[in-house]
C-alpha cells in the first residue's frame, strides 16, 4: 500500500499472514524498515514483488527494536548484500538473551548481527535526511525513526493508534515509555506509522492520539 511519495506500508492484518508492519521506501538505495517474522515474510516479500522489486534489491534493513516478530526475517538478508542496522544497546541486550532466544525461538541471535548501529541524531541515506530517537521503555534499544521531509515519524512499538507498547516484557521499563512518548509528543508529527495497528494521518490526529495516550494509558503504565 502506498502511503506518500517512495513511501509503501505491509500493515500488520492478521497473526497468520504477518505479524507486525513493515515500511519499505524506494530510491537509489532502497530501505525495508522491520521486516517481521521469517516464517511470515511472503506477505513482505509478495508486496515487494508487486512493486517490481526483489528482495536482492533491499539496500538497507533497519529494526526498530530486536523483538523477533519485527526483525526475524534479517536472517533473509545475509545472504544478499543488503545492510542491517540496529541500536547497540538493543544488540547488547538480545546477546545477553542468547540462550532465552535460542530455546523459545530456535535460532541463534548471532544470525541478527548489525552491520551498523543506529545511533542518535541524524542518518543521511543518498540524500534523504532521517532522525534517529532513542526511545527506550518497550525495549531497551528500541528507537523511534522521523523523516522531517514528509513529517513521518516510525515509532515501532512505541505507541500505536490507540495505545502503548508493552512494558512487561525484558527489558521493559514504563517510566522510560512514557519519556520516550513525551520526547516524541514535541515533534512535528503528520503520519505515524507504528509497528502494529493503523496508520495516523494528519497533524491533528497525531496530536490527539498523543494527548489520549498521556490523559488515558500512562495512569496504567
Keep these: ?61 533497519m529494526g526498530t527494536h530486536a523483538h523477533p516478530d519485527h526483525i526475524e526475517a534479517v536472517r533473509l538478508f545475509k545472504k544478499t548484500s543488503a545492510r542491517f542496522g540496529m541500536h547497540a544497546i538493543e544488540w547488547q541486550f538480545i546477546q545477553g538473551l542468547k540462550d532465552r532466544i535460542m530455546a523459545a525461538f530456535g535460532f541463534d541471535p548471532d544470525a541478527l548481527s548489525p552491520q ?21 521503555g518497550h525495549s531497551p534499544g528500541a528507537v523511534s525513526l522521523y523523516w522531517p521531509e ?10 500505536f493508534k490507540e495505545g502503548v507498547g508493552r512494558t512487561d516484557l525484558p527489558g521493559g521499563n514504563g517510566e522510560q515509555l512514557k519519556q520516550s512518548i513525551r520526547r516524541l509528543a514535541g515533534l512535528e508529527v503528520e503520519w505515524v506509522l507504528p509497528g502494529h495497528g493503523e496508520i495516523v494521518e494528519g497533524a491533528e490526529a497525531v496530536r490527539t492520539t498523543f494527548s489520549e495516550i498521556e490523559n488515558y494509558w500512562f495512569k496504567y503504565i
Excluded at 519499505?24 to 508486496?47: C, E, M, N, Q
Excluded at 551498523?116 to 527506550?136: K, S, Y
Excluded at 514528509?150 to 505507541?159: H, N
Design 1 to 61: 500500500m502506498k502511503i506518500f511519495g517512495p513511501l509503501h506500508a505491509f500493515i500488520w492484518e492478521s497473526m497468520t499472514v504477518n505479524n507486525c508492519n513493515s515500511f519499505f521506501i524506494d530510491g537509489p538505495t532502497r530501505i525495508l524498515i522491520d521486516p517481521g517474522h521469517l516464517t511470515l515474510f511472503g506477505h513482505v516479500k509478495s508486496g515487494l514483488a508487486a512493486l517490481g522489486i526483489g528482495v536482492e534489491e533491499i539496500g538497507i534493513v
Design 116 to 136: 551498523f548501529f543506529l545511533t542518535e541524531g541524524g542518518l543521511c541515506i543518498d540524500g534523504r535526511e532521517f532522525q534517529v530517537l532513542h526511545t527506550p
Design 150 to 159: 514528509y513529517k513521518a515519524l516510525f515509532s515501532g512499538d512505541l505507541i
